[in-house]
């Protein structure tokens, strides 16, 4: 069990795909986003193991939901610097975690 300050600490905001791209590069099949977090905290850089069920052209303009105070990881020479988050299907896919309804770029979870 962890305390509530304990997921407080996990900073987990909303935010909008501006850019993505194929990741051939990677170990695994993956794609670069941009997504942009509003002003707050501004336009940051993921890759995501995500195209089992994601092409990186329908991917712009969608929200996803990042942790975005990790800190940033090497990925090749794509430097990663928020973790979008998904949950696995029945078949290990990655589906994105995201809002049902618009919110504010940089609007936390909570």
């Known amino acids: 069990m962890i ?12 935010g909008t795909v501006i850019a993505a791209e194929p990741f051939p590069e990677a170990r695994r099949p993956a794609i670069k986003l941009t997504i942009d977090f509003g002003p ?4 940051k850089r993921s890759s995501a193991q995500i195209t089992d069920l994601y092409a990186s052209g329908a991917l712009v303009g969608r929200q996803v939901l990042a942790v975005v105070n990790f800190p940033r990881k090497q990925i ?3 430097m990663s610097e928020v973790l979008v988050l998904g949950v696995s299907d029945a ?3 990655i589906v994105l975690l ?3 309804q618009p919110v504010p770029d940089g609007g936390r979870m909570h």
């Open 3 to 14: 305390g509530y300050d304990d997921f407080l600490a996990v900073d987990i905001r909303a």
């Open 40 to 43: 707050e905290i501004g336009v």
């Open 76 to 78: 090749g020479k794509f």
């Open 91 to 93: 078949e290990g896919r």
């Open 98 to 100: 995201a809002p049902d």
